[in-house]
């Protein structure tokens, strides 16, 4: 029953022409029973694969919508389990494809400086990075954290003004861990730069500068990331090969801390599969070697979409950990000053409970392994209008407003180091 799906994306792997979403959209439901959700529940498990499901937000409890990528092929079927439990539906994007090339609209370009109101490839983005260096000579140092599944390099910048005695207190921020979500790097990117511009000029930031360093990773899958531009816009794995006739693992469901104990798959054709062991991924291994050996490492935020939530530790676990009561202060504090930028509203609160179950994530390891106390996953906008296919016109208010909020985090851990 697998074999049509597994040929398709077989085929999807060496075809010159990127996957287009003709007819597909992406559908609403809510759940309102039990025996609802346990109809989505089963239709999640056994029936993703089979028929090729696009989940963009999953079942998880009575009340709590699900979202969910159709294409001609399969949306009858999904309506008619809908109906089976009469659950109703709305289309909340009718027209994939048309998001899809507008994402990927450039616009006219009026000078070499690099726009951050589009979104960008990943030879640009790394142009970028690597150019920042000479731009501002002792304060950014370009780092490359490790090499690809597919041999690119994962770069990454270290923003730190001079030396001291002793290492000082860091802080990282990474984003595109998942593939598909641009928004992640590229609100990542406009904050990277804010950090830049502002130092020297902004009494805070340069404090802030001055008082710790600041590690900044805008495409941690970068094979991934790279396949979403030139195959297919909606992957959202690594792409190691080895697991049958799919290919990839979530990248955040890998990590060596209470790994495949809940919340993730291991079906290797799943989205959410976790990998035939932990740190089965060499991306994931390297970032984690990176971050362990600097342990003066002390605030972690891993960007992802969609959402709009602030979330700590633990994912794999509802129960609360020991420093949950600094951790949801600083959340409440950050999501606070985020509102104020442009009104968007944030939920907050441990990933378990805020949004799902999910292992082996690089918050819990972070946290649990090398004992960054103020660890985060972070969903950024939007809660479902565009989903993963966010206009490029909302990606300086993301930046602007995350921004603000990364301000409170950065003076959050300062004023309130690890003992």
């Keep these: 029953m697998l074999l049509p799906i597994l040929l398709f994306g077989v085929a999807a792997l060496t075809s010159a022409t990127p996957l287009r979403f003709d007819g597909s959209a992406v559908l609403k439901a809510t759940p309102a029973t039990e025996a609802q959700l346990t109809v989505l529940r089963d239709l999640r498990v056994n029936w993703s694969v089979a028929k090729g499901l696009d989940w963009w937000a999953g079942p998880t409890v009575v009340g709590q919508a699900v979202m969910l990528r159709v294409n001609p ?7 008619d389990t809908f109906s089976s439990a009469s659950l109703p539906w709305t289309v909340m994007i009718a027209d994939v494809q048309a998001l899809v090339e507008q994402q990927q609209e450039r616009g006219p370009q009026t000078n ?5 109101s589009v979104y960008h490839k990943l030879d640009e983005i790394n142009t970028w990075v690597l150019s920042l260096p000479k731009q501002y000579p002792g304060l950014v140092e370009s780092i490359q954290v490790g090499t690809s599944y597919e041999k690119r390099p994962i770069y990454a910048l270290k923003i730190s003004n001079g030396t001291a005695a002793q290492p000082k207190p860091a802080f990282w921020l990474d984003g595109g861990i998942h593939a598909r979500e641009w928004i992640t790097s590229a609100t990542v990117l406009y904050m990277l730069n804010e950090l830049l511009v502002q130092f020297g000029r902004d009494n805070q930031i340069t404090a802030l500068i001055n008082a710790m360093d600041i590690y900044v990773l805008p495409v941690f899958n970068v094979d991934g990331y790279d396949y979403t531009w030139t195959k297919d ?18 990248p955040n469901r890998n990590w060596d801390f209470h790994w495949a104990e809940g919340g993730t798959s291991g079906n290797p054709c799943d989205d959410e599969y976790e990998g035939p062991k932990a740190f089965s991924e060499i991306e994931v291994y390297s970032v984690a070697m990176y971050i362990k050996n600097h342990s003066n490492i002390n605030g972690y935020i891993n960007f992802h979409s969609f959402g709009q939530l602030w979330m700590s530790p633990w994912g794999y676990t509802a129960a609360k950990p020991k420093d949950f009561d600094t951790q949801n202060d600083l ?3 950050a999501v606070a000053a985020l509102a104020t930028v442009h009104g968007t509203k944030y939920q907050y609160g441990p990933i378990y409970t805020t949004i799902y179950p999910a292992s082996g994530s690089s918050v819990d390891w972070t946290y649990g392994v090398v004992d960054t106390i103020y660890s985060y996953g972070v969903e950024l906008r939007d809660t479902g209008e565009y989903g993963f296919l966010l206009p490029a016109n909302e990606i300086v208010p993301s930046g602007e407003e995350t921004f603000a909020a990364l301000r409170v985090a950065l003076q959050y851990v300062r004023d309130h180091p690890r003992p």
């Design 73 to 79: 092929s399969n949306r009858a079927f999904v309506e």
């Design 331 to 333: 959340s409440a504090k």
């Design 112 to 116: 070499d400086a690099f726009n951050f």
């Design 233 to 250: 816009r909606m992957w959202r794995k690594t792409r190691s090969k080895g697991h049958g006739v799919c290919v990839g693992v979530d």
